[in-house]
């Protein structure tokens, strides 16, 4: 055992290495590049104000801090533990991607990089860079894979509005995967001006830790929340994971508490027994892929499998190195939750409370709901929001066999 | 000698071809390219997610594992090949997670036993040695790592550290099947590259035809084309064998009558 096992916190090592799992695992041509996006997000770090402008636009433009928010009917609806959300789907453009966006996006002008691409699922991420690009002039290239293009117009069609180009990325099964893919195929080709915004926790160091830094707002503003409103932190976190950008959001200020239990809920498709499931922790092995050794869906040659969920933003066949490590380590308990318990949770969340929410903390609501039963009544559980469901409305109609 | 420093050490220059493993009838195809006069042979391992690779390599790859192409059957038509041509250097090229799936020690084993002479993974930089490096050279299997235009002079010493067999330039920043690098941008950074190493330097990406070859081959020890070939085995199916043996033909050729231009 070393040190750093004192804190749950101070990972990654300085190969960007959480345990057995990150690292650097690009071409060479990247290599040079990736380095120095590891010494220019140090020097960020360190300079009041990049800080300052960060939190600036957090505040003025995303509409930062997001409410802390008692779910008073639910709560009484589920008998047990108080559940309180973190209102991430009240950012600008409607989930916690924007966060990292901003954090990205100045970093990218800081490096003089004068063209941005990014890969998209859902089209949250997409949307969110197509934003900032907008917000701060610089032509973007979006890819998202074909069937998702299909699945997603109405983010293809804001993506377009706010200037960017989407290319729907036809190879493999159109999904995120092959999105990602080609963003890497046109980001070794222009490695001189081009900067790829990742959307999740996830690539080649230093993005897991970069992302996972840029979306720590959520965690920390939840901590001095909670503290402010009830004068105790919550018992238990939950959160939904994709790639596991929102999850560590919040988790990661509260890692070392150690009487806070974390929860993070993959999406379980049409059943973990199956292969129609995107949970790459429960359902998945270690291995390489983008850029990091991770837990990913894979056969027994080592080739990726397709994750289905009726999220777009969970259906990727990885998930970000630190959740690899988390995992392994115990500090954060994973579960997961199927498409149809996904769709009872969202139908819930709209009667129970008013909020329409995205399919992706669909799944963490249902892990909310069956645990808050069998938690006493004075007990807290905080979920984190991170979208809200107005884009999933076609795809839940559909789902519930309701003609539009 | 080993296999691969032999092939270098001809008094010409070297052909190295590279085809997809499992697209087409993969052993009459590499037949061809030896027959055709290649000097190194890359097999490419396919992967789900060939993201180093333009179009021509990816529809190999789905051709492939569209086939149902798996790791044994790589390492089996390895085996078979290195049975046919005991003395053609043979060298498989891929992505990192099929070749770490069972362990990297599985595999290097596994290709010393199918006599494989090198390896060439697209994704382990040398930052990331470890999780096959130390294997492949337990195993005599010779690790060759990939020098890009990106790689500037204070990063070449730690790609070298530890690369055996020879340094496979990749001409331009991009993908395989690119556009190709200026005549000169190449020649520099093959002079660059050889000031630092005894290595002998390949030059690949973006090379199709005999004249390209020719004007590469004046100027490095060894010219490598992929796309142009896997093209040929995606157009031509069961009879891509003569079209390799002829493309081959007019590159061994080219390249092996190249005059060295002192740089």
Known sequence: MNQLTNSFRNQPDERGHFGDYGGRFV??????????????????????????????LLEHYVGRPSPLYFAERLTQSLGGAQVWFKRDELNHTGAHKINNCIGQILLAIRMGKTRIIAETGAGQHGVATATVCARFGLPCVIYMGATDVARQQPNVFRMKL??????????????????????????????????????????????????????????????????????????????????????????????????????????????LHGEEHAASLLGGSPGILHGNRTYLLQDADGQITEGHS???????????????????TGRVEYTAVTDQEALE??????????????????????AVAQRAKAMPKDSVILANLCG?????IFTVAEALGVEM | MTRLSSAFAKPHPALVTFITAGDGDTAANLDALVEGGADVIELGMPFTDPMADGKAIQEANIRSLGAGTTTAEVLRIAAAFRARHPQVPLVLMGYANPMVRRGAEWFAA????????????????????????????????????????????????????????????????????????????????????????????????????AQ??????????????????????????????EHLRRLTQGLAQAVHSAQRVPA
């Open chain 1, 27 to 56: 071409a060479e041509t990247l290599m040079p590049l990736i380095l120095e996006l590891e010494r220019e997000y140090r020097a960020a770090q360190a300079d009041p104000a990049f800080t300052a402008e960060f939190d600036g």
């Open chain 1, 345 to 366: 949770a969202f139908q819930l969340l709209c009667r129970t409370e008013g909020i329409i929410p995205a399919l992706e903390p669909s799944h963490a609501i249902y």
């Open chain 2, 212 to 241: 390209q070859a020719a004007g590469i081959a004046q100027v490095a020890d060894g010219v490598v084309v992929g796309s142009a070939l896997v093209e040929l085995v995606g157009q031509h199916g069961d009879s891509a064998p």
């Open chain 2, 110 to 209: 596994e290709c010393a036993k199918a006599g494989v002479d090198g390896v060439i993974c697209v994704d382990i930089p040398p930052e990331e040695d470890d999780a096959l490096g130390p294997a492949l050279r337990a195993h005599g299997i010779a690790p060759i790592r990939l020098a890009t235009p990106t790689t500037d002079r204070a990063r070449l010493p730690q790609v070298l550290a530890g690369s055996q067999g020879f340094l496979y330039y990749v001409s331009v920043a991009g993908i395989t099947g690119s556009q190709q690098a200026t005549k000169q941008s190449i020649a520099d950074a093959v002079k660059r590259l050889k000031d630092t190493t005894n290595l002998p330097v390949a030059v690949g990406f973006g090379v199709r035809t």
């Open chain 1, 310 to 328: 009726i999220s777009a933003g969970l259906d990727y066949p990885g998930i970000g190195p630190e959740h690899a490590w988390l995992k392994d």
């Open chain 1, 162 to 271: 706010l200037g960017a180009e989407v290319v729907p990325v036809t190879s493999g099964r159109g999904t995120l995967k092959d999105a990602m893919n080609e963003g890497l195929r046109d980001w070794v080709a222009n490695v001189h001006d081009t900067f790829y915004i990742i959307g999740t926790a996830a690539g080649p160091h230093p993005y897991p830790e970069m992302v996972r830094d840029f979306q720590s707002v959520i965690g920390r503003e939840a901590r001095a929340q909670m503290l402010d409103r009830i004068g105790r932190l919550p018992d238990l976190l939950v959160a939904a994971i994709g790639g596991g950008s929102n999850a560590l959001g919040l988790f990661h200020p509260f890692l070392d508490d150690p009487d806070i239990k974390m929860l993070g809920v993959e999406a379980a498709g049409r059943g």
């Open chain 1, 388 to 392: 809200r469901g107005d884009k999933d």
